[in-house]
């Protein structure tokens, strides 16, 4: 009968609220920084054939695709040697020699609404950020997916009305020469306040388990005020990893 009591005692308690271990997650949050943009990775798995690293698409579009870039971590620097990204999922998994003899795992089961969660990131290319945020909503955000773009210069305007050309043009003159094509994504709208620089940076649950991966804040243009952080969902993060990284070929980084 003691062994039925205390084996329940057991059992009642492992639903109970942990302590976070910050020092251990912060320990696998790197900055990912190019010449001129820069941005946060987290550390997914380390072995005898390096490290491989997890961030935002649009991190790898600023840094590794413009030039040489590196993972900073721990004051050291390593050169990045590889990717594969996904653009629509807003994704990018970079490789670097070294084994860095950290891993992170992703959380098996998705976030619950008002869910407290964890991001640690690199705002404007500085020292790690700790911040705590609630899981706040659902939301569908609007990103531009440059891979099937058309060129201005290939597009035929020269028997469009003169009013037409001319929006046209300024648009292009925005998109550096190119047409938007604009899409959407599922996203996790988040109470925590991110930065530039605070892209690809983690959402931890309290296990210090990846639930989500921080995208872009939303700004009040006409206060100039930080509004919400969104992330990249759990679901799109798997997707990424288990279906499309899987199956494509690592691209040589410069």
Known sequence: MKFLILMLIF???????????IENMASKVV??????????GVILKSSKKGTE?????????????????????????????????SAFDDLCLVKIDKNLKRNTFLSHIKPKLYTKLINIGHPRQQAKIISEGYYSANVISIYRARKNEIKCS???????????VLGMKKMCEKH???F???KRRKAYKTSILI???????????????I???????????????????????????????NVEAKGEEWIKAK
């Open 11 to 21: 059992i009642s308690t492992l639903g109970c609220t942990s302590t976070p271990n």
């Open 31 to 40: 900055q990912i920084k190019g010449s001129k943009f820069g941005g946060t």
């Open 53 to 85: 690293i997890l961030t935002n698409d649009h991190v790898c579009e600023g840094t590794i695709v413009q030039g040489t870039s590196y993972a900073l971590i721990d004051n050291k620097a390593h050169k990045i040697k590889k990717y594969k990204r």
């Open 154 to 164: 290939d597009y035929p305007m020269k028997f469009m009305p003169p009013i037409l």
């Open 176 to 178: 550096n020469g190119y």
């Open 180 to 182: 938007p094509d604009y």
């Open 195 to 209: 930065m530039p620089g605070s892209s690809g940076s983690p959402l931890f649950n309290k296990y210090g388990q």
């Open 211 to 241: 639930v989500g991966l921080m995208k872009q804040a939303r700004f009040h243009t006409k206060y100039k005020v930080i509004g919400y952080g969104m992330a990249v969902p759990l679901d799109h993060i798997r997707y990424f990893l």
